[in-house]
């Protein structure tokens, strides 16, 4: 059992603390928000009145904040955690940030002998709350080794993807391609069903052939093909189509820095932020179905 810190409680970070607190783990949170706070606080965690407090005596800072600026803030701004820490503490930060901000964060933190892994998540409000959430981690080896032992109570992979940043770059990388490959999910799918085809049946076809791929086997954005799917759930997310533009955009500035020309990439990221602009921002991000449909 370790004493753990969570900071920041959303869609992402209730269930993934509340799968902390089932681990038997010494749980302390902290979030503006004080309806996550009291949730969580009835599945048996303790409540900080302030991220300063919540780490008090922690052995592992965990926090899954909004953007970069939230990050820097909490670690680096003024009052900033780092200052405040034992050099003893791990600290993951599983938001899903640029990677400038968290090599930046990463280097502060080393400075001060800290552990720090920038830790993004994929599987979405799903995988947080059946603890099955996969982890992208940049830092060093000996703290992903240490990481691991609390990361195990909330995702079932753990992947080392490089020094500090890598696990952000893995993000973006990952979530660009989840975009592409929703997106021809959806074109095909239309296609065939404009065809006279049953999607169901389409989707059984393409799941046995070259086409197959996660949103057809685990996500089909087709409404009722799929019970457990957000498209059979009027396309409540889930991952919500602002999360999907912002990584997106997180990607675009990736790709401009290194130089890439990743045209459906970009191609992608027009595509949902159109389907943004109509209103669609807090949906599922499978929803993207319906720019066809329409």
């Not at 509340?18 to 302390?28: D, E």
């Not at 996660?214 to 997310?237: D, F, Q, R």
Request: with cysteine.
């Amino acid at each position: 059992m370790a004493a753990i810190a969570f900071i920041g409680l959303g869609n992402m970070g209730g269930p993934m603390a509340a799968n902390l607190v089932r681990a038997a783990h010494q749980v302390t949170v902290f979030d503006l928000v004080p309806e996550a706070c009291a949730k969580i606080q009835e599945a048996g965690a303790e409540v900080a009145d302030s991220a300063a407090a919540a780490v008090a005596g922690c052995e592992f800072l965990i926090s899954m904040l909004p953007a970069g600026r939230h990050v820097a803030e909490l670690y680096t701004g003024v009052d900033g955690l780092l200052d405040q820490l034992d050099s003893q503490v791990t600290v993951l930060d599983c938001s899903t940030i640029d990677a400038a901000t968290a090599r930046a964060t990463g280097e502060a933190a080393g400075e001060r002998g800290i552990g720090f892994m920038d830790a993004p998540v994929s599987g979405g409000v799903a995988a947080a709350t059946a603890g099955t959430l996969a982890f992208m981690c940049g830092g060093e080896a000996e703290t992903f080794e240490r990481a691991k032992t609390v990361l195990a109570d909330m995702g079932k992979n753990m992947f080392h993807a490089g020094p500090a940043g890598a696990g952000q770059v893995a993000k973006a990388c990952n979530n660009m391609l989840l975009a592409i490959h929703m997106i021809g999910t959806t074109e095909a799918l239309e296609m065939g069903a404009r065809n006279g085809l049953d999607p169901a049946v389409l989707s059984q076809i393409m799941l046995a052939s070259s086409g197959r791929n996660w949103s057809l086997e685990v996500y089909n954005p087709w409404p009722g093909v799929m019970e457990s799917a957000p498209a059979s759930k009027g396309y409540a997310p889930g991952f919500m189509v602002d999360l999907m533009v912002k990584d997106l955009g997180l990607a675009m500035e990736m790709a401009g820095q290194a130089g890439v020309d990743n045209r459906m990439g970009q191609l992608a990221r027009q595509l949902y932020e159109a389907h943004q602009q109509q209103g669609n921002g807090r949906r599922d991000f499978s929803s993207i179905q319906e720019m066809l449909s329409a």
